[in-house]
């Protein structure tokens, strides 16, 4: 399955998103080829660290400027993880093309909400014209949830979003702002290794799960 996590705006979560996926996909058995288009190079930086640390298992990501939706292909085995950044919008759009889904992680804001209608309109007539899986799947979902339930950004988000076109998903599994995310990234380790009894890991293994129902064995 070739995942690109993808939005425009900085912040919204793409690059921890990506990181915490492929530990727990690599944890779970699976074998993961992460991409990380980004000249940030947070996902790939985010490997190195854990390598230089020892943190197991590894993780193979690589940064690179490009990828071609054939290199993509090559690795329908694994499953692929692309992060992408908005500075590098035709990386983004070649890596789009032979994506199975777009996951894109949406900050509870109108703001957010309006940068994600921007990114659909950028590339969504491209998308339509040269994707060669057809057209993938895109599915969204609010990250950095407010933890307190009496504030209705994120709702209102949702609620938005499931109005968007493009969107094909509205997922229900938040993940809410926690420090555990940023805290864990700095140590090279996923939310739930260095606290698998917190929320938010509880948070990341549910909308983990959801992305790859056919996992088994669900380990931390
Ligand atoms: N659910 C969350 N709760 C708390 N902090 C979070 C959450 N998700 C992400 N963060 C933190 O927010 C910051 C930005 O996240 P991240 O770097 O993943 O965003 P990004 O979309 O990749 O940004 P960019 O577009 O700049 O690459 C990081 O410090 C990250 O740890
Ligand atoms: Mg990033």
Redesign the pocket.
Known sequence: MITVIA?LK???????VAFNLAVWLERNGRRVVGYDL?P?C?FSDLGMLRKEIGNKPDLNIQSVRAVLGEQLVAHRDCEVLVDV??ANMAAMKEAMTSADRILVPVPPSQADVWATQRFLHIVGPDMEAVSMNGRHRTMAFV??ADTNKSIRETHETEEALRMLPGIDEVMPHR?????G??RS?SEGLAVFEMWPRSKAADEFRALAAALYPDVTGQLN
């Open positions: 939005n900085g912040g919204s979560g793409k690059s921890t980004d940030q947070t950044g908005a990250n950095r993940l809410k702002m926690r420090t995310f940023r990234l």
